[in-house]
C-alpha cells in the first residue's frame, strides 16, 4: 500500500505482495499509518482521495469476506467525515470477490456504490489508467 506522487491523491495496493502470513491487524495498522502519513486533515476540507486495489496475481483464499469488512468497518471508523472517498478502483478482480461485492453493494450507501467500480481482469487496464479518472 503507497502513495502515488500525483494530485489528487492515489493510493495503490498492489495485492501480488500480500500473503496469508500478514496480519490483517498489522495491515490495516500500516495502511492507517500511510493515510495518517500523507492525508492530515484540514480544518476547514477534507482530503480527496483515490484508492487502486490492484488484485492481479493475489491469492484468492488470502482475501477473504471477514478480512474486507474489518477493513471497510475500520477505515469508516477513523475516516468517516475526515477524509473523502473520491473513487475506489478494484481491478483484475478474481470472480470470488466479485461475487462478495455483488452481496455486500445493496449494504452499502448509494453515493458509496457510485464510487466503487469492481473491473475484472478480463476488462482490467494497467494501473496508472485510474489514477485521474
Known sequence: FYKMDIEPMVFVFDGEYFRKSDSCNLFLKFVMNVIE?????????????????????????ILN??????????????????????????????????????????????????KICVIKQEKSLPREHYYTL
Open 37 to 61: 502519513y500523507y492525508c492530515k486533515p484540514n480544518i476547514h476540507k477534507c482530503p480527496e482521495i483515490t484508492v487502486v486495489l490492484d488484485l492481479k496475481n493475489v491469492n484468492e483464499k
Open 65 to 114: 469476506i471477514d478480512f474486507l469488512m474489518k477493513f471497510v468497518k475500520k477505515f469508516q471508523k477513523e475516516y468517516e467525515n475526515k477524509i473523502v472517498l473520491r473513487k475506489f478502483y478494484i481491478i483484475n478482480c478474481p470472480p470470488v470477490l466479485k461475487k462478495v461485492y455483488v452481496f455486500v453493494r445493496p449494504f452499502l450507501h448509494p453515493e458509496t456504490q457510485k
